[in-house]
């Protein structure tokens, strides 16, 4: 680890040096560009576009641009960039992670990177994590860029898709990470690409880089709905599939465990619903419902592929013969059976559509971030999204005194200790932030500030703006601020009036976090821009930390150092080290955690690439998309021959089910008959069929007389049977996600297992979605307007 630790600090001296020395011709330009008049500097914007579009590339503007946004900086906002936040910004251009200390001025930093890459005309992305420094940043800083020609926009959720455009246009673009994740996922489920608010991903300057792509990485983004038509449309269906009679209106393939309706069925079923064409586009749902109804009646057989107990209908496992609790089929299959049994219909939400962060961001052409707390993490940072952790010299030296912790035997005994301190300070007025790991902390010391009638403010990220205005408070003379360890990021706290002759801001923190990084986090309040100011951690051997991972340990080091359990405090380095290896185990722990969750994504990443290009094809189609159609007719028509016949003996074909298909799902029943397939070749029939269905492709050409009308017959089928089936496989991979674990108990590698399970179901998907496709495509009915 020592090892390590040395070749980090070495390579951090290389890249400093590197960059000290761009950061220089950077301020080259200092005298020159102070001497242009605002007319003068504000032309070198379209003069350096001119510039990239003939040719140079950002690297080799970069000193000049730097340089003019620095000039901009002063003139517009009173701030000239230090030579070390123009080394932060180069980091950043670059596509790695600045750490720079709280105080250091980062967002200042990235608006010479912002500006830089925003003149290549292709979008910035700055990321802030939450939307109230979304809105003071492109506020604030927007004043900078609109001096200097630029256009910003602020991306919040509350906006309306024609407002989220337009700021998705902007030359910069001001947004929180999630609202950028839901807007990518939302952007991927329309069917209009004016409907589309998002440009491809470019670049990303993502603030606290360390809390949106390490905290928030465990979590997935997920955009759920309900079933479309609730219940009662299982139960019309039920009905429906209840009057049916076998082979005169309905046809089943056991092979493939398919069913389908005869023409007789489709009539009964257009009667029924009251409907001109069961298979128009608008009736996807429906059609949908009724298959599954279908198949719930005649081919699950109750005791056999499910039981019901207690009023429930239960999978039973095809292999062992056991009831499976908390597995339901998908595809809306066991609200079907629900259905034909007559128990309570469960509504289920389903997973439409999601993304984690990791693979969320990494789709950017080039991704930065910004942080006080990076290097913990670097290894992630270079593994999952392939960035260096790059450390900034402060601008000035920095003063702080980081205490040893203080360990006390019991929880009482250190809130005791807490307390006396904070009188203490309080009573020669000098400021304090008491940070806590938990809400319930923060009362507690809260409760006991009250009984010494000390003033205080209590914050925890309820109310963002407010937030920021207690943090920027935290302070003045005689402040007392408690705050869980994360509250109030993204805002410096400035000291008031005589505190720095009172020793600067006092951080006391409560308790050890399961992470090294948020407690430097807390630490980096204090001592900002070479302040004085003070830290110190209170322990006892009863917080959860010590409990979990290091109270053995640091009793056997207590024995050692000859310490009794009765003394009522014990300061040593030593335990500070104990304390860090115990978070640096929990912080392994959590690495894994969110390496894991990526792991199972990416399987879930390939898939989403395939079906959103496929999305993003079809969209921004011009011309026919007879390219798509019919080679999704063909390898329908392939499969469905291939399957029925096998071997070489003609006699044990199955030229009948062939028949059915093609009556059910492509020509008029009346137009073919046996006589058509009898004698032919696989390769005859599949030739014979797929001209059947050009010949159908032709005649709805001549129908929409309009190539534009065509186009969009032809996107709405697509799409609306593509969506259907991706929703349906995400919410299936998902169950198969939360219960894959189970096979490691058969000795079996569960992610082995998902990614073979995954790759199955997702070519089933794929051919799901082509024989819809080619039933919606060919059985539909023309109208000469098709309704959005």
Not at 171 to 185: A, K, P
Not at 506 to 516: M, P, Q, Y
């Amino acid at each position: 680890m020592a090892n390590l630790l040395k070749k980090w600090v070495e390579s951090d001296k290389r890249e400093q040096k590197r960059l000290d020395r761009l950061a220089n011709k950077v301020e080259a330009y200092k005298d020159e560009y102070s001497q242009l008049s605002d007319t003068d500097l504000q032309a070198k914007t379209p003069e350096f576009k001119k510039r990239l579009e003939n040719g140079e590339t950002l690297d080799d503007i970069l000193p000049e641009a730097f340089a003019v946004a620095r000039e901009g900086a002063k003139r517009v906002l009173g701030l000239f960039p230090f030579h070390v936040q123009i080394m932060g910004g180069i980091v950043l251009h670059e596509g790695n992670i600045a750490e720079m200390k709280t105080g250091e001025g980062k967002t200042l930093t990235a608006t010479m990177p912002v500006y830089l890459n925003a003149l290549a005309g292709q979008g910035v992305h700055v990321v802030t994590v939450n939307e109230y420094l979304s809105g003071r940043d492109a506020t604030e800083m927007g004043e900078l860029y609109n001096w200097l020609g630029l256009s910003v926009g602020l991306n919040v959720s509350e906006k309306s898709p024609e407002e989220k455009r337009a700021a998705y246009a902007a030359d910069i673009t001001y947004s929180t990470n999630s609202e950028i994740g839901f807007d990518y996922l939302r952007d991927n489920m329309v069917v209009y690409k004016e409907d589309m608010v998002q440009r491809p991903l470019n670049f990303a300057i993502i603030d606290e880089v360390d809390s949106i792509l390490i905290d928030e990485a465990r979590t997935p983004l997920i955009i759920s709905g309900q079933s479309e038509n609730g219940t009662h449309m299982y139960r019309r269906a039920d009905r429906f599939a209840k009057t049916l009679t076998a082979e005169k209106d309905y046809k089943i393939d056991w092979e493939s465990k398919s069913i389908s309706l005869t023409d007789t069925g489709i009539e009964k079923a257009e009667k029924y619903f009251n409907l001109a064409n069961l298979y128009d586009v608008d009736n996807a749902s429906l059609t949908h419902h009724l298959d599954q109804a279908l198949r719930a009646n005649y081919i699950m057989l109750k005791d056999k592929d499910y039981v019901v107990q207690d009023g429930e209908a239960l999978i039973v496992d095809q292999f062992t013969g056991r009831v499976m609790q908390g597995r339901r089929f998908s595809d809306g299959l066991h609200q079907a059976i629900e259905a034909k049994e007559n128990v309570e219909i469960q509504e289920e939400t389903k997973t439409m559509a999601n993304i984690t962060y990791q693979n969320l961001f990494r789709m950017y052409k080039k991704l930065s971030g910004m942080t006080g707390t990076a290097k913990t993490e670097q290894e992630e940072f270079r593994e999952i999204y392939n960035m260096e952790v790059i450390s900034i010299p402060t601008n000035r030296p920095m003063i702080r005194d980081d205490r040893p912790d203080l360990l006390y035997p019991t929880l009482e005994s250190k809130f005791d200790a807490v307390i006396e301190e904070i009188k203490n300070l309080h009573a020669k007025g000098q400021p304090m932030l008491i940070g806590t790991v938990a809400v319930e902390t923060s009362e507690h010391l809260s409760h006991l500030l009250d009984q010494e009638k000390i003033p205080h403010v209590v914050l925890n990220a309820k109310n963002h703006a407010k937030e920021a205005e207690i943090i920027m408070n935290a302070g003045q003379k005689g402040a007392v601020t408690i705050a869980t360890n994360m509250a109030g990021r993204g805002t410096d706290i400035k000291l008031g009036p005589g505190v720095k002759e009172l020793g600067g801001l006092a951080v006391i923190g409560t308790e050890r976090h399961e992470s090294r990084r948020i407690d430097n986090q807390l630490r980096g309040r204090s001592g900002r821009q070479g302040d004085p100011g003070m830290s110190q951690f209170y322990l006892s051997l009863e917080d959860d930390l010590m409990i979990r991972f290091g109270s053995e340990r640091i009793k056997n080091l207590l024995q050692r150092l000859k310490v009794s359990d009765d003394d009522a405090v014990i300061q040593s380095r030593m335990i500070t080290k104990q304390v860090e290896s115990a978070q640096k185990r929990v912080e392994g722990n959590n690495y894994d955690s969110r390496k894991n969750v990526l792991q199972y994504d990416d399987v879930m990443r390939a898939q989403r690439e395939v079906i959103y290009g496929e999305r993003q094809q079809v969209i921004m189609a011009k011309e026919s998309l007879e390219n798509v159609m019919v080679p999704m007719i063909q390898r329908t028509v392939d499969r469905v021959v291939d399957v029925h016949t096998q071997g070489t003996d003609q006699k044990k074909w199955d030229l009948e089910t062939i028949l059915d298909f093609a009556k059910s799902n492509m020509v008029n029943e009346d137009s073919i008959s046996l006589g058509d397939l009898v004698g032919k070749t696989p390769d005859e029939i599949k030739a014979y069929l797929l001209g059947r269905a050009k010949e159908i492709y032709a005649q709805k050409e001549k129908q929409l007389y309009d190539p534009a009308q065509m186009l969009e017959f032809e996107k709405v089928v697509i799409l609306r049977v593509v969506d259907a089936h991706w929703e349906e496989h995400i919410d299936a991979m998902d169950q198969l996600r939360q219960s894959i674990g189970l096979r490691g108990y058969g000795q079996l590698n569960p992610l082995v297992e998902y990614q073979t399970d995954g790759y199955r179901m997702f070519e089933e998907m794929v051919s799901d979605i082509e024989y819809d496709a080619t039933r919606l495509f060919l059985k539909s009915e023309i109208r000469q307007n098709i309704q959005r």
